[in-house]
């Protein structure tokens, strides 16, 4: 099982570039595709989901063109996007049955796979509720359902956590953990909490291109010892946020506790901290000017 994406880009337009050059090889595990707005993460994600085709480059799965033959793949595809909208007069049990069907489910089978599913989201006592009235959280978990519904090789959800409230977020990673195995699945978000847990392998967008393909690990190693505590002046604090990378601030009385992300101590007095992936992921996409030492 390999989704091989080669140097991929697409334009929009006929000029501007929502992705530049990707080049990745993924195999089974959970990968955290990371990026902030408009890094191109749904532009990657909808391309794997043979929505649109590359502008340039190709995307195999098992060493298949998609875009020549969109079957192979489509047959184990599941995907949730970003902009996932439900009919809001159906109840669950509709719904999945609807989707069941486009996907070429017999009902028996369906039966059987919408019952595992509904306990898998935990939405066995909405089943028979308007999805119009279900809350963010339970719209995302019906929206993991029917991308299960062909227990896919292949899921792809697109930015599933936002507008969650804290505690459908870890129910939310605490599925998405149940779900790795013998697939591939591509969970991208701008939250690095998110992925924390659960990516066992991690990609980061910027502008379009792939800054990092990494693991938690080698990534968290890249910040090693160059994260620093350091307590600023009040007055002070704007100068600093310019000349640093800060992925941290708490106020105090006697000025800003600041988090900052650089190889040397921004000040004698500063204090080394332990890294956070959060610390890693914003030191990747951080511009090189970001890290000046006064
Ligand atoms: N349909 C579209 N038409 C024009 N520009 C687009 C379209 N979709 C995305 N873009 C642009 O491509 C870039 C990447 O967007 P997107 O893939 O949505 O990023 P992300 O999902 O990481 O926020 C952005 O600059 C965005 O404005
Ligand atoms: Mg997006």
Known sequence: MELTID???????????????????????????????????SSLMRILATITCPTTGSVRW????????????????????????????LNALEFLHYLAALKGLDHRTASRRIDELLQVVNLVDARKRPLGGYSGGMRQRIGIAQALLNDPQ?????????????????????????????????????????IESVASAIAILDGGRLVAQTTPEALLQQVEGKVWDWVVPA????????QHLVSGMTR???????????????????????????????????QPSAEVTP
């Open 62 to 89: 098992n060493g298949e063109d998609i875009a020549r033959n969109p079957n192979p793949l489509r047959a184990v595809l599941g995907y949730l996007p970003q902009d996932f909208g439900v009919y809001p007069h």
């Open 235 to 242: 007055d002070e604090l704007g100068r600093v946020r310019q």
């Open 154 to 194: 292949l899921l792809i959800v697109d930015e599933p956590t936002v507008g969650l409230d804290p505690e459908e977020r870890v129910r939310f990673r605490t599925l998405l953990a149940d779900l790795a195995g013998e697939r591939i699945v591509i969970l991208s978000t701008h939250i690095v909490s998110d």
């Open 7 to 41: 140097h991929v880009g697409k334009q929009y337009g006929g000029e501007r570039w929502g992705l530049r050059e990707v080049t990745l090889t993924l195999r089974p595990g959970v990968w955290g595709l990371l990026g902030p707005n408009g890094a191109g993460k």
């Open 252 to 286: 105090r009385a006697d000025g800003t506790r600041v988090r900052v992300v650089q190889a040397r101590p921004p000040a004698p007095q500063a204090q080394r901290l332990l890294p956070t992936l959060e610390d890693a992921y914003l030191f990747a996409v951080a």
